[in-house]
């Protein structure tokens, strides 16, 4: 009975018709994204990453979503359902959700005809047609080619550089003064600290544009010889730089433990800088 009474619900929705397949790109990614004239204006994106790992995000503009918040769904490809908690985005103003996937969520949204979700038999959420899913995949074949040779390459260059490093360093005459705040101790970092960060940890959007630049950061530890917090002492004029700096440094960064109570500080500089 539920059965019939779902295949009556779905025949009694109308599915909107498609515009086109759009294809995108970002650092790591290529996608498609599909936009459609119903009353939500809804748009459904696939998108592959470098890593060979896809994400289909939805969005709707008559839905209350809540960013960060879990929702269980199923997903309906034709006949292959794919169950499992998307997660709530805002972005610009647009609210939808996101769920991971393999390969095998990307092989039905390319052959299906229609995706169907719900988040149960009586409440669904969506209803949309596949028309040109197979094309519009096709496209991103090429695009993700491309980015993954980009990245190897990247790769590469960063390897050779940092052998380079290795027996001739980049400024000989720098000096890396830390800093000590008043009534605070220099934390002594653990192994070499000039180690901390790599040519992988380059984001690949400021790699691709050139931007180099020498950031300087100020790390509070604590008693266990982890980094409680970071500020940017010198900024490199750009902020993804910046960001990525604090972001790699208080994950890597290891002190040893205090032997006292009081606070300790570590301060340095890293220099982003592209193999020439």
Request: aromatic share 8%; glycine share 8%.
């Amino acid at each position: 009975m539920r059965a019939i009474a779902m295949a009556a619900i779905l025949a009694a929705i109308p599915s909107p018709a498609l515009a086109q397949w759009e294809l995108s790109s970002g650092d790591d990614n290529c996608a498609v994204t599909g936009e459609y004239s119903d009353d939500g204006n809804s748009a459904v994106s696939m998108v592959e990453y470098v890593d060979g790992s896809f994400t289909l995000f939805v969005e709707n503009g008559n839905w209350s979503i809540v960013e960060n918040q879990e929702y269980p769904l199923k997903f309906l490809f034709d006949d292959t359902l794919f169950t499992g908690d998307a997660t709530g985005y805002v972005f610009q103003g647009a609210k939808g959700f996101k769920i991971g996937g393999g390969a095998d969520m990307a092989d039905a949204f390319a052959k299906s005809s229609r995706l169907i979700i719900y988040k149960d038999e009586a409440t669904i959420v969506l209803v949309v047609k596949l028309t040109g899913t197979m094309a519009g995949l096709a496209k991103v074949k090429p695009c993700i080619a491309k980015l993954r040779r980009e990245h190897q390459a990247l790769l590469a260059e960063q390897r050779a550089l940092e052998a380079k490093r290795k027996i001739i360093p980049a400024d000989p005459f720098a000096e890396q003064a830390p800093f000590t705040p008043p009534g605070s101790a220099t934390a002594e970092p653990i192994g070499n600290s000039g180690r901390w960060m790599t040519f992988d940890d380059y984001p690949a959007r400021a790699m691709r544009e050139g931007r180099e630049g020498a950031v300087g950061f100020k790390l509070s530890v604590d008693a266990e010889g982890k980094p409680s917090a970071c500020e940017i002492t010198k900024s490199s004029g750009h902020a993804d730089l910046d960001a990525e700096t604090c972001t790699v440094v208080t994950r890597r960064a290891r002190f040893k433990p205090s032997q006292g109570n009081g606070p300790r500080h570590f301060e340095s500089k890293v220099t982003w800088s592209i193999p020439r």
